[in-house]
Structure formats: structure tokens, C-alpha cells
């Protein structure tokens, strides 16, 4: 009987354990910065999602692209309808894994260098990525941050010829999202 009490005791804590390894969030902020020699653009979107497990590493995020928001109205306009076409494709995504998630102690505050690699969908497109990153550990939440950049052809967005000089062709992308752990 002690045997049969220690094995469903052993149970729940694996079970509460593995909860605790999931982690999420409904306000990723992804940002923007395209720097062209006579133009400046940049947006923020403030309500990205995303889910860690931080046993596998595996993870994935999504933003709606309408959610974008640009400090002049028509860039907004211009972004949504002739660019992005975000009626057409209305999210980004980004689905893979932590590839040296042995290197983050998910249970002792600190700062870990990481790398995402997985796919990244955009306009439709689905490609390859890997990403530099930073996981910041602090009591039961995780600060992530990542920086990268996104070449607009590799994703079939036109950027037509008259305006060409005021869009970069790569941007910067920015993440900061602070994950929590996920309850069930």
C-alpha cells in the first residue's frame, strides 16, 4: 500500500512539474524598423501571441498583421492593403524550437542565450529561420527578446518601383514578449 501512495504522489508531481513547463502569452511586442535612405518606417504590433515548452524548447508564436500599428495612417493603409495584403493573409507565425535549450535553467533567475530555428510563415510564404535570442528568467516568468532581420523579397512582398527607395529592403524585427506559466 506505501508503494501504490508513493507512486500516485510521484505522479502529481510529474504531472504538476510538466504543467509549469509550459509558458505564454497574448502581448508579444514584434516591431519593425525599415531605414531606407529617405524614409524611416517603423510599427508595433502589441498583441502577439505565443506558447514555450520549456521541456522540448518547441514553440510557437502569431501576430495579426492588422495589428500593426504605424504613426502615419495612410502608411498603415498602404501596409495592410498593398504590401502585406492582410485580407488575404491575415497572420505571421513562426512555429520551431529552442535549439540548445539545455543551456536555459528554467528554475534559477538569470540570462540565457538562445537560438530559435524552425518556420517562419509571412504573405504566405513559409521559410526557414534561425534566430538569435535571449531568455531572461525571473522567478516564474520569462522575458524573451530576439532581434533579426526579414528580407521582404524572400517573403513575395512588391514593393513597387515608385516607392522603392523609401522602403529597406531587409527590416529589422524586434520581439519582446514576457511569457507566463500557461494554467490549465
Known sequence: MRGVYLIAIAICWLVSAASAQKFMTRDARVSFLSEAPLEKIEAI???????????????????????????????????????????????????????????????????????????????????????PGKIVVVGDKLNISSEFKVACADYNITIPAVVRDNIAKEVMVRVEATLVPLNR
Open 45 to 131: 504590433n502589441k498583441s502577439g501571441s505565443a506558447v514555450l515548452d520549456a521541456q522540448s524548447g518547441r514553440m510557437e508564436w502569431k501576430v495579426l498583421i492588422k495589428n500593426f500599428i504605424f504613426e502615419k495612417k495612410l502608411m498603415q493603409e498602404h501596409f495592410n492593403e498593398n504590401y502585406m495584403e492582410s485580407h488575404k493573409y491575415p497572420n505571421a507565425t513562426f512555429k520551431g524550437e529552442i535549439v540548445n535549450v539545455q543551456n536555459v535553467q528554467w528554475k534559477k533567475d538569470g540570462s540565457y542565450d538562445v537560438r530559435a530555428k524552425g518556420k517562419m510563415t509571412i504573405h504566405g510564404v513559409e521559410r526557414d529561420i534561425e534566430v
